[in-house]
């Protein structure tokens, strides 16, 4: 046994003293194990030299006024009070589930008894009242009116849509006019007065019937689909 194992045995055989005094105690019995050293004896002569471990924490814990067997009994007698309230906590709480379970299946069952009691006296969906005059036919004539009633919903958003779309480009396109015709007048007057601007000119003419065309276009459509709409 060297240092370190016999002071760590005395640690655990001595716990039942304050901490305080099982500090210096190791502390002191160290310090003879260092000075034994010193005078020439080696390690393992200088633990010996103790005598028998057993004997010496026996000879601590009676100038103590402790029984050498205290500590082995009290924490035998620790372990099992704290084995047997835990064996009584889980005997315990298995009886308290094994209760609830058993409630919660009583209730199930009941639950499930109301429930067939009451479609006993229900009648069944998918029987037909006698009397309605549902039919066939007139199953059918519902499902293609509905049918109608969707495509005329997706006409009308459709058509909702290319009108929206034909504005969007009108508008663009009606103020690109304007400018093309503002421009076209800014340069016939400056061709005129002798600058060579008879491209720049043409193009500005160009521009101004293509985006007058497109702006024609959109209006004479929008218009004739009014006009329809207002005969009928």
């Not at 655990?12 to 105690?25: F, G, H, I, V, Y």
């Not at 459709?158 to 103020?175: D, E, R, S, T």
């Amino acid at each position: 046994m060297n240092k370190k194992e016999f002071l760590d045995v005395m640690e655990k055989r001595l716990s039942m003293l304050e901490a305080q005094e099982r500090e210096d105690m190791l502390s002191e019995y160290a310090q003879h194990i260092e000075l034994k050293m010193q005078s020439g004896m080696s390690e393992k002569e200088a633990i010996d030299d103790f005598g028998d471990i057993d004997s010496l924490i026996a000879e601590i814990l009676e100038a103590y006024h402790i029984d050498p067997s205290y500590g082995g009994k009290a924490k035998k007698s620790a372990a099992e009070g704290i084995g047997k309230k835990a064996s009584g906590v889980i005997n315990r709480s298995k009886q308290s589930f094994s209760n609830f379970m058993e409630q919660q299946k009583e209730k199930q069952e009941q639950r499930m008894e109301q429930k067939r009691e009451e479609d006993k006296d229900r009648p069944p969906r998918w029987k037909r009242k006698e009397g309605s005059g549902f039919e066939k036919g007139e199953g059918r004539k519902m499902v293609e009116t509905a049918l109608q009633k969707i495509l005329f919903v997706l006409k009308v958003a459709f058509v909702f849509c290319v009108k929206a779309c034909l504005v969007l480009v009108m508008l663009p396109a009606a103020v690109l006019t304007l400018f093309s015709l503002f421009g076209f007048g800014t340069l016939v007057v400056l061709l005129m007065q002798g600058y060579p601007l008879a491209g720049v000119t043409l193009v500005m003419l160009g521009c101004i019937l293509g985006f007058g065309a497109v702006t024609l276009f959109v209006l004479t459509f929008i218009m004739s689909r009014w006009m329809k709409r207002k005969d009928v």
